[in-house]
């Protein structure tokens, strides 16, 4: 029986991208370009760690879903922490 083990986040950066809207020449839209490194647990026959690198294109309504997600998560670990 083999033991399940979670990847593990080396590094993250976030970059916001200012790139012209395609529906007007005028406009901007930003979105947050989301660069994650994660380690991935290796296995009995691998001796090294392998590293993937994802890249998450977010726009500002993906955003701002992600940011009230864990906003929620934090109120409700402060809820548990204070009793």
Do not use: H, W
């Not at 994650?36 to 090294?48: A, D, F, G, I, Q």
């Amino acid at each position: 029986m083999s033991c399940l083990t979670p990847s593990r986040l080396i590094e993250s950066t976030c970059v916001i991208d200012e790139s012209p809207n395609s529906t007007s020449t005028n406009e901007k839209s930003a979105t947050c370009l989301l660069q994650l490194t994660v380690e991935e647990p290796k296995s009995y026959e691998e001796s090294e760690m392998k590293t993937k690198k994802f890249v998450l294109d977010l726009p500002p309504e993906t955003l701002n879903t992600l940011l009230d997600g864990l906003t929620r998560i934090r109120e409700q670990l402060s809820t548990v922490a204070r009793k």
